[in-house]
């Protein structure tokens, strides 16, 4: 009976319809005014709003709403488990790697829609950690830490390809791409980066070069600037080491200690269109935001459970063109948009 | 006479502190051991720091010795950032403090500090897979308790009603200073447990009989062994 009517009122709806041009993406959050520094001061970073799950990132419009009466089922949605890493392509899409639902979150703003990658090809993805965007190839690059590959997805969450470390990687979390199409992969258990071509070719490894160590400790992300400088979390080492495009180390920033400028858990890394570097601290519950030259510039956020600007062990952390900062707070099951005012 | 009974004393002290040390504790030979928790370079397991020797800072982060006043914005107090699951978390100084209330942040207290390298990434082994922990400690209890194990909230009378009989309230010994329930009413991250034919990993109280051993934490809250084991549910 549903059906019936539902046909007749979308053959009468079909006929007499224009053409609804797609909606905005709601990036900011009005009823929030956040800003640090505190004011009176300029303000250097502003919240613009959170994504605690799929109610936040769909619209359902009134022909969704129709569909859904129509068919009696809506799809079924994910909240936010235990998200790590995100990717996003500046235009409201998301991509978020999230080991509790053991898939990617895909979320489409300006679409109203989310939809998941649950599989490469015929391989269940098992601990999804790491996500890196390339838009000009159009291409999404998974890692996961237990199944030790990196699995390439067109940007509709198709599968095309696993990729590895001609030794293997041990276990593959952070990932960045940079404007050439280059990929980055971290391993946390080989303390190394690995870095390839867009063909898949190994291009280089690289490690550590300050003494004593010479070699990282456990990293866990990284991110690359305009100018192709890499910047790794070397988590277990308590700092951030910088390197050339070439893969020539230039210095650290951090050590570690409990004050600003230091680092305890240091873990999501991202850097704006000035350059400055932003590292978020899962002990600390905060992100500091330094120079090239490693100068602490500013810490924001603290911890706390569910107001803007706290966070619960913060993870991963992206920077769009549009100089909007992508925060996992991972335990808060969220992510936290911010934007940098340069 | 005074040497002897000196060295009687010293002699007691080094037996007993010998003796006193389980097998596999993390400051056991002055932290050559292989806890896996040991992520120093005297620890004898492959994942470990090449020169770095003192073994607590991995989970106990020291204070920083240099103010850094950030640029941005006028001075800030450079005092330390809250990082009050890295340290001390039974000084009462600490714990007895608003931040660390009914009403902080999830997870908290010991856990916190676990969870913060077991993420899939630093560490792997334990993964978030539930729902929020509502910490109110009223009666607005909204979690359900019945999936398995979770942590960081406080076992109070609230609880132990809403849990019904079949769930015991353990003794304070099991729980932290803020009467939680954390990832150590289980573990011991000092000490290495499992080992040979010892299965349990971390095992608070462990001794010789695993099977023993487990069964008198599972008994500490649950009245019957439950069926399902080795879950963690944050």
Known sequence: ?342 | MKRFFFSIIICTTLLWNETSHAVGELGENNGFNNNPHNLSSRSGNTKKAVTETQICIFCHIPHGAVANAPLWGRPDPTGSFDIRAGLGISDPGIVNTTLYSTAADYPNGASKLCLSCHDGVTAMGILANGDELDMSGGNALQIDLAISHPISFVYNSNVKTHLGSSYLWPTTAYLDNNSRVQCTICHQPHQDTKSGTYSLPFWRGAGTNDVTEYNAICTACHTATPSIVNEHNF
């Open chain 1, 1 to 342: 009976m549903r059906l019936l009517i539902g046909l007749v009122i979308t053959l009468a709806f079909t006929t007499g319809c224009t053409l609804i041009s797609a909606p905005e993406v709601q990036w900011v959050d009005s009823t929030t005014q956040l800003q640090w520094p505190a004011p009176p001061d300029k303000a250097r970073i502003i919240f613009l709003r959170d994504f605690k799950g799929p109610g936040d990132f769909e619209k359902t419009s009134s022909s969704q709403k129709f569909l859904t009466w129509l068919t009696g089922e809506r799809d079924k949605k994910l909240p936010f488990i235990a998200p790590y890493g995100i990717a996003a392509d500046g235009l409201g899409r998301i991509w978020v790697a999230d080991m509790g639902i053991r898939g990617v979150h895909q979320v489409d703003l300006a679409k109203g829609k989310v939809s998941y990658i649950f599989s490469a090809g015929n391989t269940p993805l098992t601990t999804p950690a790491g996500v890196a965007v390339d838009v000009d190839r159009q291409r999404l690059y998974v890692s996961d830490t237990t199944l030790a590959k990196v699995f390439l997805f067109d940007l509709e969450g198709r599968f095309l390809k696993e990729w590895d470390a001609p030794d293997n990687f041990g276990r593959p979390a952070g990932l960045a791409v940079d404007k050439f199409g280059q990929l980055y992969v971290v391993d946390a258990i080989k303390n190394r980066l690995s870095v390839f071509s867009p063909d898949g070719e190994l291009l280089r490894t690289i490690t550590s070069a300050i003494l004593p160590e010479l070699t990282f400790s456990t990293p866990s992300n990284v991110a690359v600037n305009a100018q192709g400088q890499i910047f790794v979390v070397d988590s277990m080492n308590f700092r951030v080491e910088f390197f050339s495009a070439r893969g020539e180390s230039l210095g650290t920033i951090g050590s570690i200690g409990d004050g600003p400028g230091y680092f305890a858990r240091p873990r999501g890394i991202a850097i704006d269109g000035d350059g400055h570097i932003y590292v978020a601290d899962a002990t600390f519950d905060n992100v500091q935001v330094f120079d090239n030259n490693g100068k602490l510039l500013l810490h924001f956020g603290q911890p706390g459970k569910k107001q803007p600007g706290e966070f619960s062990l913060p993870a991963g952390m992206t920077i769009d063109q549009h100089n909007r900062l992508y925060v996992v707070d991972s335990f808060n099951q969220r992510l936290q948009v911010f934007e940098y005012l340069p």
